[in-house]
């Protein structure tokens, strides 16, 4: 039930008709599915656009809150979510890649399974890796098939029997010494 350009508020309205259903809206519960993978763009948010600082930190916020929103929804229905993590994007700043990297980070800490996009067509400056940009907000073809191998193969099956999440240990910590 995926459409391009997507906005937490916009993904909200469109989560479950509210009263008469409009015919022209693909919403996501009808559908009766039983993952809901939320891939949301933190830039389609609008943390390019925003300025100041203040305005940046509310896009973020915002975005945060709601992709947070949507995998308890998702949970209060018996859906399990999947959250993709942020993607590049040709017009990044050191800012903006900075809210993209915390973003991930963030995102990779809360209790929901991620998919590391940013990882797969990064150039490390938060821009489209080279050979990989349709358009500064898009991927090409090849950077689409390069999108989807960020998902583990094994993801659903996992899923599916309940395998555990890993944890960070919170014990002390060793290591090796391999000379």
């Not at 916009?10 to 599915?33: E, F, I, M, S």
């Not at 590391?116 to 090849?142: E, I």
Request: glycine share 8%.
């Amino acid at each position: 039930q995926s459409r391009g350009g997507d906005t937490t508020q916009l993904l909200a309205t469109r989560w479950a008709p509210q009263g008469t259903p409009d015919p022209r809206t693909r919403y996501l519960l009808p559908v009766n599915p039983g993952y809901v993978v939320i891939s949301l763009s933190l830039a389609n948010e609008g943390i390019f656009e925003a300025q100041p600082k203040q305005e940046k930190d509310a896009v973020y916020e915002q975005y945060a809150q709601g992709i947070k929103g949507f995998i308890e929804k998702a949970r209060q229905q018996n859906l399990v979510p999947i959250v993709t993590l942020c993607y590049p994007r040709s017009v990044y700043t050191r800012v903006e890649y900075e809210y993209i990297r915390r973003m991930n980070i963030l995102q990779n800490s809360w209790d929901v399974p991620t998919v590391n996009f940013l990882g797969a067509l990064d150039d490390g400056t938060g821009r489209w890796a080279q050979g990989f940009m349709f358009n500064d907000k898009h991927p090409n073809a090849s950077g689409h098939r390069e999108l989807s191998t960020a998902f583990v193969p094994t993801l659903f099956a996992a899923l599916e029997m309940g395998k555990p999440a890993p944890v960070k240990a919170t014990g002390p910590r060793g290591f090796a010494r391999i000379s």
